[in-house]
C-alpha cells in the first residue's frame, strides 16, 4: 500500500521535481558565473555551498518532523542534498581542490544519511530529487582538467546506493535514472576530454568495463529481488547496457582488440548470464532466451570474425564451425534437446557446402614443413566432415520415425559422406601432382583422379556388399559408370596411346571386378523386397478326402 501510495505522490509532485532540478540548475550556473568574474574564493565557494546545502537540508529534516513527514520538507531534503551533491562535483571534478578520497567519504557519509532516512520514511519523492541532483551536478559543471577518476568515484557512490536501494524497495525508476544519466556522463566526459585511447586497457576502456559489470550484475539482482521476474524494465536495460557497452568498446578498441573477442567477451558473459537465470527458474523466460540466445549468436558472429586477413581464414573457420556443430550435437544427445541436435546438422551441412566451394584455394596447411597426402590441416577438415556424417548416418537408423523414413535419411547422410570422401581423395591426389609431379599435363592429373574415382567406385561396391546394402552397390556403379565417361570423352585427348590404353584397361579391371561384386554377393542384399507370400491351398472337405482314400 505505501509503494502505491509513494507512486501516487512521485506522479503528483513531479513538477516540484522539476522546481528542485531548475533551482539548482541556477545554483550551478551562478557557481560558473562567479568563477568566471573572481568574486569569491575557491574556498569560500566551497563553504557557501556547503553550509547552504546542510542548512537547507537540516531545516527540511526539521519541517518533516514537525509536520509528521510533510512533503516540503521532503523537498527541502531532496534539495539541500542536491547543493551539497553539486559542491563536492565543484570541489572535487570541476577542480581539483579535493582529493578523491575526500569526495569518496563526503559522498559516502551523505549518501548513507540520505539512505537511512528513505527507508525509515518511504521517502521515494525524495530520493528521486536527490538522485537527479547528483547527476545533473557534474553534467552541468565540466571542468577544464580531467579529474575522470574523482568522477568515477562520485558515480559509484550514487549507484551503489540508489540502485541497492531501488532494488529493495522495488523503486524501479531509481535504477532507471541512474542508469541513462551514468551512461550520458560517460559520453559527456568522453567527448570533452577526448581522452588518449591508446593501447588495449586505456583508461576510458576501464571505465566503461566497470559500468558494464556494475549494470549487467545489478539488473541480475534486481530481477531476482523482484520474485524472480525477470521481465520488464530489468531485461530491457539489461540488454541495452550490453549494446552500449559493445559500442563504446568497439571506438574504444579500434584496431588495438581484434572485434572477435569483443563479441565473445560480451557473448560470454550474456550466454553465463541466462544460464545462470535458467538455472535459477528452471524455465526459459525471456531474461534466459534473450540474454543465453544473444549471447550465443555473438559468439558465432565472434567466430566468424577470427583469422581475418589470414590466408588460411577458410580452414579455420571450418574447424571453429565443425566445433560449433559437435557441441550443438553433443548437448542434444546429453540433455535430449532434439533442436540442438538438428541445428548441429544445419551447421555440418552448411560447412560443407561451404568448405567444398573454398578448400580449393585454401592453403593445405602442411603439417611437418612437407606435404604428405592425408596428414596436414585440409584433409583433417574433410575427415572430420566425413565423420560428422557417417555419425548421423548411423544415428538416424536408429531414430525416432518410422522404419521408412529413418532408412532414408540414415542413406541420405551417407551418402552425402561418401561425397565427401570422394572430395577428400581429390583434392589430396591434385596436391601430390602439384608438389610432387608439377609438369604432368593436365590430362594426367584428369586421367590418375578418374583411376581413383573408379577405385572408390569398387570399395563402395564391396561395402554395399559387404553391409548387404544394394544402395552403395548402385552407388558405385553409378560413380564407375560416370568416371567411364570422363574418362572416353574429356580425358583422353592429347593423351599418347599407350597410356590411354592402361587407364581404359584399369577402369575395364575395376569394372569387372564390380561385376564379379554384385554377382557374388548380390543376392544377399538385406533391403530386397521380401518375396510374395506362396498361397496356401486349402485342404480339401473331410467326405471328400474319405472318398479319395
Not at 493 to 498: I, N, P, Q, T, V
Amino acid at each position: 500500500m505505501n509503494q502505491k501510495l509513494d507512486t501516487k505522490i512521485v506522479s503528483k509532485h513531479w513538477t516540484s521535481l522539476l522546481g528542485v532540478l531548475l533551482v539548482l540548475a541556477a545554483a550551478i550556473t551562478l557557481f560558473r558565473y562567479s568563477i568566471d568574474q573572481g568574486w569569491l574564493t575557491d574556498t569560500l565557494k566551497i563553504g557557501i555551498g556547503l553550509l547552504s546545502g546542510a542548512g537547507i537540508a537540516l531545516g527540511g529534516f526539521g519541517w518533516t518532523l514537525k509536520q509528521r513527514g510533510a512533503i516540503a520538507g521532503e523537498i527541502g531534503i531532496g534539495l539541500g542534498t542536491s547543493i551539497l551533491y553539486a559542491t563536492f562535483s565543484f570541489a572535487g571534478i570541476y577542480y581539483g581542490l579535493w582529493t578523491p578520497m575526500t569526495v569518496l567519504l563526503g559522498m559516502t557519509a551523505v549518501t548513507a544519511l540520505l539512505v537511512l532516512y528513505s527507508l525509515r520514511n518511504d521517502s521515494r519523492l525524495l530520493m528521486n530529487i536527490a538522485l537527479a541532483g547528483a547527476l545533473l551536478s557534474p553534467l552541468m559543471m565540466r571542468p577544464e582538467t580531467d579529474q575522470v577518476f574523482t568522477l568515477f568515484l562520485y558515480l559509484l557512490i550514487v549507484n551503489a546506493a540508489f540502485f541497492a536501494l531501488s532494488i529493495y524497495k522495488k523503486w524501479t525508476e531509481l535504477r532507471v535514472v541512474a542508469f541513462f544519466g551514468s551512461w550520458t556522463l560517460y559520453a559527456v566526459y568522453f567527448v570533452s576530454f577526448n581522452p588518449s585511447m591508446e593501447g588495449w586497457w586505456s583508461r576510458p576502456i576501464r571505465y566503461a568495463v566497470a559500468a558494464f559489470l556494475f549494470y549487467l550484475v545489478g539488473f541480475l539482482i534486481a530481477s531476482w529481488r523482484n520474485n524472480r521476474c525477470f521481465d520488464g524494465w530489468n531485461l530491457y536495460l539489461s540488454l541495452a547496457n550490453g549494446v552500449g557497452f559493445g559500442c563504446w568498446a568497439l571506438l574504444i578498441w579500434d584496431g588495438d582488440v581484434p572485434v572477435g573477442f569483443t563479441l565473445s567477451a560480451i557473448g560470454l558473459l550474456y550466454a553465463a548470464a541466462g544460464a545462470i537465470v535458467y538455472r535459477m527458474s528452471g524455465r526459459v523466460l525471456a531474461y534466459a532466451a534473450s540474454h543465453g540466445g544473444g549471447g550465443l549468436l555473438l559468439l558465432l558472429i565472434a567466430l566468424a570474425q577470427f583469422g581475418n586477413g589470414l590466408e588460411a581464414k577458410p580452414l579455420i573457420n571450418t574447424y571453429i564451425w565443425i566445433g560449433v556443430a559437435c557441441i550443438a550435437i553433443a548437448m542434444g544427445r546429453i540433455k535430449g534437446w532434439a533442436a540442438a541436435e538438428g541445428a548441429g546438422l544445419l551447421v555440418w551441412f552448411a560447412v560443407g557446402i561451404y568448405w567444398f566451394a573454398v578448400t580449393w584455394d585454401t592453403p593445405r596447411g602442411d603439417w611437418f614443413g612437407a606435404y604428405i597426402p592425408f596428414l596436414n590441416g585440409g584433409a583433417l577438415a574433410w575427415i572430420l566432415l566425413a565423420a560428422m556424417g557417417f555419425y548421423f548416418s548411423a544415428r538416424w537408423a536408429a531414430g525416432p520415425l518410422d522404419s521408412d523414413t529413418n532408412r532414408i535419411l540414415s542413406h541420405l547422410f551417407a551418402i552425402l559422406s561418401h561425397a565427401v570422401v570422394g572430395g577428400l581423395l581429390t583434392l589430396q591426389l591434385i596436391n601430390v601432382f602439384d608438389i610432387y609431379a608439377p609438369n604432368a599435363g593436365h590430362s594426367s592429373v584428369q586421367l590418375a583422379l578418374s583411376v581413383s574415382w573408379g577405385i572408390y567406385a569398387l570399395l563402395l561396391s564391396l561395402w554395399g556388399a559387404y553391409r548387404k546394402q544394394g544402395l552403395f552397390r548402385w552407388f558405385g556403379s553409378i560413380v564407375l559408370v560416370l568416371v567411364a565417361i570422363k574418362a572416353i570423352f574429356l580425358d583422353l585427348s592429347g593423351e599418347a596411346g599407350l597410356y590411354k590404353a592402361g587407364v581404359l584397361l584399369a577402369l575395364g579391371g575395376i569394372a569387372f571386378l564390380v561385376s564379379w561384386v554384385n554377382g557374388k554377393w548380390g543376392g544377399t542384399s538385406s533391403e530386397q523386397e521380401p518375396a510374395p507370400a506362396v498361397p496356401e491351398v486349402p485342404e480339401a472337405p473331410a467326405a471328400i478326402q474319405k472318398e479319395l482314400s
